[in-house]
């Protein structure tokens, strides 16, 4: 199994078996067939041909085991491409080799204190910090990103189980969206910290605006911040806005028009372009 990242329409027809967009990349996937060439032969070939064409791409790839089906060689294939690619270890060397990282648990930090600040002041400050001193210590030990992202949304779960007893039905809009593949998607480190921040920051927007009784205040608030930062998308839908707040298109076109006084469109349209 090979994975590479280009947007050469030229070799992906020619070289791709199948691929999807992930974390805003386009990533190819090739399953080899031909066990007269190497697999190392075969991404020579796509190297040479992506110079030919002046392409950038970075691959990775993994040796099929016995009765492995594609989907299992491509979730361990992309499983040590993105360990490799957090921890900064890619080199030729080891592009086939295993990741013997250190076992042990992972330094999941204690919420409670965090947790009772949040619910008395609606302040995610605490929670902030703790949850980047624990990703600070998982990179540094060199956990997978796999078991780093198991870990933040470990820490979101409990939070969602807090504000579910205290803010009932109400809590799960800003989670519903949330998944350990949402973390999975971030890129790089440094896109993985940032997302950690923006869901933190929503809700702590999420906490304030229910604190003064505007529950439909935060839900136009959260879709308005989502339509200027995606309105120049030509394919935006009213469902994908609706998604983004975690309510159904129907409802969401209600609310935004009896708090705004306008419907969803005529603002979109009104946005400039």
């Not at 992906?12 to 990349?25: E, H, L, P, T, V």
């Not at 013997?100 to 008395?120: M, V």
């Not at 930062?229 to 935004?256: C, H, M, W």
Request: with cysteine; proline share 1%.
């Amino acid at each position: 199994m090979i994975i590479f990242q280009t947007e050469n329409s030229h070799l992906r027809r020619k070289r791709a078996d199948f691929s999807i967009r992930f974390a805003g990349n386009l990533w190819c996937f090739f399953w080899k067939r031909n066990d007269n060439i190497s697999m190392w032969e075969q991404i020579e070939e796509i190297t040479a041909e992506g110079k030919r064409k002046k392409e950038k791409f970075r691959f990775f790839y993994t040796r099929k085991k016995e009765n492995e089906t594609l989907a299992i060689c491509l979730y361990r294939c992309f499983k040590a491409y993105e360990t490799a690619f957090y921890t900064g270890e890619i080199h030729k060397e080891a592009r086939n080799q295993s990741y013997n990282y250190e076992k042990g648990e992972l330094p999941i930090p204690d919420l409670h204190e965090a947790i009772d600040y949040l619910a008395q002041e609606g302040d995610v400050s605490r929670i902030e910090l703790l949850m980047r001193k624990a990703l600070d210590r998982a990179f540094e030990e060199k956990k997978t990103v796999i078991d780093i992202c198991s870990m933040i949304f470990d820490i979101f779960i409990s939070l969602k189980i807090y504000l579910t007893k205290s803010c009932q039905e109400e809590a799960l809009k800003i989670f519903r969206r949330m998944s350990i593949w949402t973390f999975l998607c971030c890129g790089t480190r440094e896109e993985l910290y940032d997302f950690v921040y923006k869901e933190l920051k929503e809700l702590q927007d999420f906490l304030e605006t229910r604190k003064e009784g505007h529950e439909n205040y935060y839900i136009v608030k959260v879709a308005k911040t989502y339509t200027k930062e995606n309105y120049k998308n030509p394919n935006l839908s009213l469902q994908e806005v609706a998604d983004a707040v975690g309510i159904s298109r129907t409802y969401f076109s209600t609310v935004f028009r009896d708090l705004t006084g306008e419907k969803y469109w005529d603002y979109l349209y009104g946005l400039p372009y």
